[in-house]
Antibody
Framework: EVQLVQSGAEVKEPGESLKISCKGSGYSFTRFWIGWVRQMPGKGLEWMGVIYPADSDTRYCPSFQDQVTISADKSTNTAYLQWTSLKASDTAMYYC?????????????WGQGTQVTVSS | EIVMTQSPPTLSVSPGEGATLSCRASQSVSSNLAWYQQKPGQGPRLLIYGASTRAPGIPARFSASGSGTEFTLTISSLQSEDFAVFYCQQYNNWPQTFGQGTKVEIK
């Protein structure tokens, strides 16, 4: 069974750094893209970027390009999303998602979401 | 960046009635389009990929069509569990983009 398990909720202050994780299991981790999606409170889905764990090929949405870093560790089947300096506007739910099938960009498997709250 | 525009923003439908949701792309995305359903407090669920193929386990009352720039998701005979927000997503070009969503609510 394909599973994506995300790290727990985080409460941080502005300016702090953060790295959240998404651990995949039940499939060959390196063969499928993993994307990150932001959902701000009461708002829609925003595609942030995606990584192909086999070679760490990473694509970003320009809106997030200089704001976050996406990475993956093949040895632990884990993808990461990190910030070096959080802002209050980063408060949101963050989902990781795996592409449904090889060659498809649709996301058939989703993590449970990680709530990030940034407040002083 | 391809802009995905969904309409209407909100659709009020009585249980048992049908609903038609639209998604328009600012440029052609071929058939590289997906539809998702999101219920309150839950993550998105893939309904449709390749513009018209139902994902496993998705009831036949969900159907979709379109290619290029115009796409439609149709829900025949809405059940209580179908009321949610629906998003389209294009994955033809980087960056991938989502529409802003259509909320299907009980009339």
């Amino acid at each position: 069974e394909v599973q994506l398990v995300q790290s727990g909720a985080e409460v941080k202050e502005p300016g702090e750094s953060l790295k959240i994780s998404c651990k995949g299991s039940g499939y060959s981790f390196t063969r499928f893209w993993i994307g990150w999606v932001r959902q701000m409170p009461g708002k829609g889905l925003e595609w942030m970027g995606v990584i192909y764990p086999a070679d760490s090929d990473t694509r970003y949405c320009p809106s997030f390009q200089d704001q976050v870093t996406i990475s993956a560790d093949k040895s632990t089947n884990t993808a990461y999303l990190q910030w070096t300096s959080l802002k209050a506007s980063d408060t949101a739910m963050y989902y990781c998602a795996r592409t449904y099938s090889y060659g498809s960009g649709s996301y058939g498997y989703w993590g449970q979401g990680t709530q990030v709250t940034v407040s002083s | 960046e391809i802009v995905m525009t969904q309409s209407p923003p909100t659709l009020s439908v009585s249980p048992g009635e049908g609903a038609t949701l639209s998604c328009r792309a600012s440029q052609s995305v071929s058939s590289n389009l997906a539809w998702y359903q999101q219920k309150p407090g839950q993550g998105p669920r893939l309904l449709i990929y390749g513009a018209s193929t139902r994902a496993p386990g998705i009831p036949a009352r969900f159907s979709a069509s379109g290619s290029g720039t115009e796409f439609t998701l149709t829900i025949s005979s809405l059940q209580s569990e179908d009321f949610a927000v629906f998003y389209c997503q294009q994955y033809n070009n980087w960056p991938q983009t989502f529409g802003q969503g259509t909320k299907v609510e009980i009339k």
